[in-house]
């Protein structure tokens, strides 16, 4: 590209190269000096605690003194790629010695409503650990016949 061509307008320039004017003329901007601040801040803290979030490193640093709120400690560690560890829900993992029941559907035709219920477990992730939400349908109309939440999963039905 070339500014001042004496043929060639910068219009025609940018159209022949498919790019918009404005992108011609935009010069990005760095972080500012505070935001530098605040990374340094930020990556210090995350050695010593990799779970936290932005949220948690937020109160942290608002509890340091600094004013820096959530959404802008989000954007910053997600622009230094800093992602919290922590353990993953184990929800789905077999028992070596737990029996392995047959399945008793195997080839049944269901035809009618209350031939055949089902259960299902959902997990709601929460702050501090899941919320556990429990349906009993009806397998042929899909009708929710009841439900319960709870924090446990040893919770009564």
Not at 11 to 32: D, F, I, N, V
Not at 46 to 56: D, I, K, M, N, V
Not at 73 to 89: G, N, S
Not at 126 to 142: C, T
């Amino acid at each position: 590209m070339k500014q001042n061509h004496p043929d060639v307008s910068v219009r025609r320039q940018c159209s022949l190269l498919s790019l918009a004017r404005s992108s011609l003329y935009y010069h990005p901007r760095g972080e500012s000096a505070e935001n530098l601040r605040f990374m340094g801040i930020i990556d210090k803290q995350f050695l010593e605690t990799p779970w936290y979030g932005s949220r948690q490193m937020a109160r942290h640093m608002q509890r340091e003194g600094h004013k820096c709120g959530r959404h802008r400690v989000r954007r910053l560690m997600r622009l230094m790629r800093l992602v919290p560890i922590y353990q993953e829900p184990r929800t789905s993992q077999k028992h070596p010695e737990h029996k392995i029941y047959p399945y008793l559907l195997r080839g049944l035709a269901i035809t009618r409503p209350n031939q055949v219920w089902c259960t299902d477990i959902t997990y709601i992730p929460m702050r501090r650990g899941f919320l556990y939400l429990v349906a009993i349908m009806d397998w042929h109309s899909r009708k929710v016949l009841s439900w319960r939440l709870s924090n446990t999963m040893d919770a009564g039905f």
